[in-house]
């Protein structure tokens, strides 16, 4: 039976190990040195990398990990990223035979223009690196309003229980920006309280499901009326369009 191991590294980052006590395949291993305490720890040999984009705390440890062991490594078609085996697209699966794991590839551009997703249907499992956070989404570096929806709307189309592996622990100060969007929101006021007594014994928000995040993320909420009221009441928001609604939104974040 597969399982998901959370390996906290830097500040707020998140590195997910899918295993199944023998084999294990890391995604966006930023760093190396604590996937390799963790795979020594649950004695776990590595048999494939998997990366959604190229931020240097999603691959900055590849070439240790690739000194550790020499396996395939799976990434977007169209991020520049260095020591690729395979190049990945939507429509395209990985296969790990280690793991008799399918995942299939979604892309999901807007935090930056290569990103893509990974699916285990199977599972019920999402990896989105930055695209989609528990309670919030990416900034747009690299892509724009319009991609960066379009990706959201593709992820909240999966399943309501599949669970959103994202890659950083900002799930309070999203939901604190996502009441100051939506405050009649009830859910969302319930997801604070449960959040905020995870992290007060330091237990790691994720993951979320896709049902609990468009219940309560407000940029998987962006054609809400409330979320569009609230914007016009700031001075933010001067046309209804869902894409003029998100970008709004999506800068609002940026200064909150």
Known sequence: MLKVLTV???????????????????????????????????????????LTHHHKDHVGGVPALLQHARVPVYAPRNDSIANVTTTLSEGDTVTIPELKLTLSVLDVPGHTRGHIAYVAKEQGWLFCGDTLFAGGCGRLFEGTPEQMLHSLDKLAALPDDTKVYCAHEYTISNLRFARAAEPDNQALSERLAAEQ??????????????GLEKATNPFLRAREPAIAQ??????????????????????WKNNF
């Open 8 to 50: 906290p590294a830097f500040n707020d980052n998140y590195l997910w190990i899918i295993h199944d006590g023998t084999h294990a395949a890391v995604v966006d291993p930023g760093d190396a040195a604590p996937i390799i305490d963790a795979l020594h720890a649950h004695q776990l040999t590595l048999v494939a990398i998997l």
């Open 197 to 210: 007594a995870k992290r007060e014994q330091n237990v790691p928000t994720v993951p979320s499901n896709i």
């Open 230 to 251: 609230t914007l016009r009441r700031e001075g933010r928001l001067t046309d209804d369009d869902t894409v003029a609604v998100f970008a709004a939104l999506r800068e």
